[in-house]
């Protein structure tokens, strides 16, 4: 028959056994749980922010790198702008020229283009001048017949029809 | 025939060495030492810091919500106490627990629990120093007014003394509520002409659940609480 | 005779210590139903408040454990046997 403690008593060896076995787990948990669970989370806490703080700068350095990219690709649209503005304006300056020129030329040909109908209207009025001076030569001869001096009747009749010539038909 | 009368008793006495009466729940304890050493041991072997496995989760866990827990209730300075109340809490719990497997709770015994009433004892009243130092804590007790010196001293000794009537009650009614069904289902059994206590089957299971594991539970969570709650009272976190 | 009358009266004795048993159901009901209204304003604060009440009920169920305690103690234990 094995021998009972009473439902409530006080046993001191069991309680000082009892305070050293808490001890003991308590050594045993602090050491294989908590301190090595801690560790492992330390540890797992200092790479994640390690890793953070390299993905930032990561990104600094991309952000660094977009801008440069940024600012050449403006630099190469404003060159590209003023080439365009340079071209236009070359363009520009080449069609005045090319106008002016043209325009000249045409000048040029009106002004010839006159002269010879001048020198052709001179051309025809003097061998207008020649035949109707002939005409009223022989009309005047036929006329008045031997009476008059040829010579001064040419003079009279020719300055007539330059008269006449200048002022009146050909105006016309 | 079956039991002819309840006898509800402490501990046996497993063996005695030099006159040094072994009482069971001192064997119980470093069974459930050994186990609760064997489970740290098993789930916190082979960690690794990227890849945890399903025991390496359960491991922190335990240290994150025990860590969590006393800084909430005691403050961030006190945080060097949760291995402490990690200790209490499991070795409780599975002091508790052990009667699944038919042998006598652990903290049925009074002096298991209250040896740790005395550790919270001490505790409280180191605390109590450290914040105060010798002479604040000595005057502590005269306040508010000298007349209350015997009442303080009462007040301090009674917190002990509840937390471990506390529990060794609650798991030790269940000891005796448990035997007594089991006795009274065995006359009935035996009233009715059965050789075989039938009725012993699966009904005192059910006790079983309530007592075992929830008071068991319900038992530690409380002792471990009251424990951070007076030691994080008499220790606070600085202003 | 005398230890019939002494257990007689720790049986007793024991019955009556089981009255503190009603203190503290009235106190924990009433601080479980506060904790419940505490929780329905304010359901984001369950966790401190479940925790706070447990810790709570497990002081005013001081004195009644104390009753049970000594009603076990003159069942099982009984010191006044002893003395005969």
Redesign the interface.
């Known amino acids: 028959m ?10 001191y ?7 050293i ?2 001890f ?3 050594l ?3 050491h ?3 301190g ?3 560790k ?2 330390e ?2 806490q200092a ?1 994640v922010t390690g890793t953070y703080s390299e993905a930032n700068k990561t990104m600094e350095q991309a952000k660094e790198l977009e801008s440069n990219y940024n600012s050449l690709l403006s630099n190469a649209k404003d060159e590209s702008a003023e080439i365009v503005k340079n071209a236009t304006k070359k363009a520009q300056l080449r069609s005045d020229e090319i106008i002016t020129d043209a325009k000249a030329e045409a000048s040029n040909l009106i002004s010839n283009a006159n002269a010879d109908i001048e020198h052709e209207k001179q051309k025809a009025m003097s061998s207008m001048k020649d035949e109707i001076s002939g005409i009223a030569m022989m009309m005047a001869e036929k006329i008045i017949q031997k009476e008059i001096n040829e010579k001064d009747h040419e003079a009279l009749i020719n300055d007539f029809i330059e008269n006449v010539g200048d002022d009146v038909w050909q105006q016309k | 025939m079956g039991l002819k009368e309840v006898n ?6 497993s063996f005695e060495i030099f006159g ?4 069971e ?2 064997i119980l ?2 069974i459930v ?1 050994a186990l ?2 064997g489970i ?2 098993f ?2 072997h082979n ?1 690794s ?2 890849n945890p496995g399903k025991k ?1 989760v359960v ?2 866990w ?3 919500t025990f860590n969590k827990l006393v800084k909430d209730s005691m403050g961030e300075r006190n945080i060097g106490y ?3 109340m ?3 809490f ?2 409780s719990i599975f002091g508790s627990l052990i009667s699944l497997l038919g042998l006598r709770p652990l903290t049925g ?4 629990t ?3 009433a ?2 919270t004892f001490v505790m409280i009243q180191v605390a109590k120093i450290k914040n105060d130092g010798v002479l604040g804590y000595l005057k502590g007790f005269t306040e508010p007014i000298k007349l209350l010196t015997p009442l303080n001293i009462i007040s301090e000794v009674a917190k002990p003394v509840s937390m471990s009537f506390r529990h060794f009650g609650n798991i ?1 009614s269940g000891i005796v509520i448990t035997q007594l069904v089991y006795f009274a289902l065995t006359s009935l059994s035996s009233a009715i002409g059965l050789d075989f206590p039938l009725f012993t089957i699966a009904i005192p299971s059910v006790l079983s659940i309530y007592f075992d594991l929830f008071c068991g539970f319900m038992q530690a969570f409380i002792f471990v609480m009251l424990t951070m709650a007076y030691v994080g009272s008499a220790y606070p976190e600085e202003n | 005779m005398e230890k019939a009358i002494v257990l007689a009266a720790s049986a007793i004795g024991a019955g009556l210590a089981a009255i503190a048993g009603i203190g503290p159901g009235i106190g924990e009901g009433y601080a479980v139903g506060k904790a419940c209204e505490a929780i329905g304003r304010q359901p984001e604060c369950s966790g401190p408040v479940t925790r706070t009440m447990l810790v709570g009920c497990a002081i005013a169920e001081s004195t009644g454990i104390y009753g049970l ?1 000594i009603a ?2 003159l069942m ?2 009984n010191p006044f046997i002893g003395k005969l």
Do not use: H
């Open positions: 094995p021998e009972f403690y009473s439902f409530l008593s006080i046993d060896g069991t309680i000082v056994l009892v305070l076995n808490t003991i787990l308590f045993a948990i602090k294989f749980l908590f090595r669970v801690n492992m989370l540890e797992r790479d | 509800v008793t402490g501990p046996k006495v040094l009466k072994i009482s729940t001192v304890s470093w030492m609760i050493i740290i041991l789930l916190t960690m810091k990227t390496q491991a922190e335990i240290v994150t949760a291995p402490y990690t200790t209490v499991m070795f015994d009074f002096n298991a209250f040896s740790w005395l550790i030790a | 305690v076990l103690l099982f234990a």
